[in-house]
């Protein structure tokens, strides 16, 4: 099971848009990749091709 991770400052932002982007820190801190094509993942996860690399 995945914990929840509480947010702080500096793990998001907020797009032009209104949207919750997350940072590399977030996702270092969270420790895993999610495959969801972030835009900041530091795991070097390509949506396109469906792998890390």
């Known amino acids: 099971m995945r ?3 509480p947010l702080e400052e500096g793990d998001y932002y907020l797009s032009a848009e209104g949207y919750k982007v997350f940072t590399e820190k977030y996702h ?11 835009r900041h993942c530091p795991y070097g996860y390509n949506k396109k091709t469906n792998r890390q690399e």
């Open 3 to 5: 914990r929840q991770i």
């Open 28 to 38: 270092l801190k969270r420790g895993y990749c999610c495959e969801s094509g972030c």
